[in-house]
């Protein structure tokens, strides 16, 4: 005796059912094979009454229109010339087709639906909480004055700017150059210009590694304090001071 294995809940409906059936055997849902998908459909239908299973309603319905398209199908075709002029492409099938067409396309949403929903599902949503005790401790800046993203955005503007003004060859020997001792060098320049440098003014190195230390240097001296940035309006040109801390 040959074992029968069925699941339960595994079809949505008869639409389902069909569907299934013409992946399964690996057809064309534009011109299914009547006789075949309707035998292999009441095998179906045979089974789960076989096993005592309840079959709804809409499952019986669709067997009796599967039966319905194959009689028509299996009916002779008139052999009169007008006759068969008025009937040709007419097809029993074309309603089914345009169901499953239909039903396999709100299928596909679903899946993709239901996909994003189990995505969405791994993700933890944190509630609004009120960040009002922590602004009075995150420092301001002076009017005018720049934070290390100002900075950096200067720095790409002015290498742009120097792309476009520097040869198109040279050769220059590269020195090893710390960024301890562009802090140096940059310390005793704003020493002497109490009254502030541009920022271009500190990179007048030929080498491209020379010019990414000073700014390396710039920015190590923003965090620790011992230099100020400002802007005294836009456009103008970007000064750089000696803070309080470093003159002590």
Do not use: C, W
């Amino acid at each position: 005796m040959q074992e029968i294995n069925v699941k339960l809940d595994v079809f949505e409906g008869p639409l389902d059912l069909l569907l299934h059936l013409i992946q399964h055997l690996e057809l064309d849902i534009y011109d299914i094979p009547i006789a075949t998908i309707t035998e292999q459909y009441l095998h179906y239908i045979d089974t789960m009454q076989t096993l005592e299973l309840e079959v709804a309603g809409e499952y019986l319905v669709m067997a009796a229109t599967l039966m319905a398209i194959k009689s028509q199908m299996l009916l002779p075709k008139p052999e009169l010339p007008e006759i068969e002029e008025l009937e040709e492409g007419e097809d029993p099938r074309d309603a089914l087709v345009e169901q499953l067409l239909e039903y396999r396309k709100y299928k596909y949403v679903a899946q993709t639906l239901h996909a994003k929903e189990e995505d969405r599902s791994l993700f933890y949503t944190k509630e609004p909480m009120n960040l009002s005790p922590y602004q009075s401790e995150v420092p301001k800046l002076d009017p005018n004055r720049f934070n290390t993203i100002d900075l950096f955005l200067a720095f790409h503007q002015m290498l742009e700017k120097r792309k476009q003004q520097g040869p198109l060859e040279t050769t220059v020997a590269s020195e090893d150059v710390s960024i301890d001792d562009k802090i140096h060098l940059i310390q005793s320049q704003l020493r002497l210009n109490r009254s502030g440098l541009q920022f271009e003014d500190f990179f007048n190195a030929a080498t491209k590694s020379e010019v990414v230390t000073t700014f390396m240097a710039m920015l190590e001296m923003m965090k620790k304090g011992t230099i100020r940035v400002k802007q005294s309006a836009p456009f103008e040109p970007i000064m750089l001071f000696a803070t309080e801390e470093e003159e002590q």
